[in-house]
């Protein structure tokens, strides 16, 4: 059992309610400091609300999302959303702002930082996503696994402590997916704490630390990937694993 110290996301009997719809019926998952936590599950299971809640782009009914022991509900939601980046199936870039200024935005924005220094940092970031070149060039005229790429550098050049990925490689053409899951990989092996939606099983069991399972609200069954996909105990998640294997 991990310690309170090296856990950096604890997620805690989240329940969450849309009307009468019980979405979060009680969701627990502990992703320990430097960790990946794959989610999987199907479609409408909870899986981008729970995302959701550990930056509080909304709010749980009960329960509580601790970081570093200390609950989410204690942070100003900007500041909040500085150390947990998110990324999402639809890069959401600025279209009208060229790669350098969407990554520069939120450095200006965020990290309050003077214009040479913002130009630096997302400079430096471009290049470690192999982008730099391309940083004058407007969203449109990247691919998708670009766009996604530079979604990626914004969140990053925010110095966050955990990310969260939501199907960040869903949109993408089957061509362009390979290179944003490398990028991925990378991050985890660096040693970024992650959360990761994903529909790419062999990610999960190449790059994970845990799998989760959600079904209907719930985390039904969670543990490192040899055991989940060879000897999942839960029949529901046997069968979800049978369906997309
Ligand atoms: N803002 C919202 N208002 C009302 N209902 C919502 C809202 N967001 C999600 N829901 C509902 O919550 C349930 C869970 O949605 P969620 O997006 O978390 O599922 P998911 O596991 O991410 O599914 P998918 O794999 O399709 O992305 C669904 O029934 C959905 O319709
Ligand atoms: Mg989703």
Redesign the pocket.
Known sequence: MATSESVSVRVRDVHLS??S?R?LRGVDLDVPRGATACVI??????????L?TVNRL?EPDRGDVLLDGRSVRGDDPDALRQRVGMVFQQFNLFPHLSVLRNVTLALRRVRRLGEDEAVAVARAQLELVGLAAKADARPAQLSGGQQQRVAIARALALQPQVMLF??ATSALDPELVKGVLALMADLSAQGMTMIV?T?EMGFAREVADTVAF?DR?VVLEAGEPARIFESAEHPRLRRFLSQVL
């Not at 599950?41 to 729970?50: C, Q």
């Open positions: 849309f009307g719809n979405v599950g199907p479609s409408g299971s909870g899986k981008s609300t729970l959701r909304i939501d199907e939606v529909h959600m609200g």
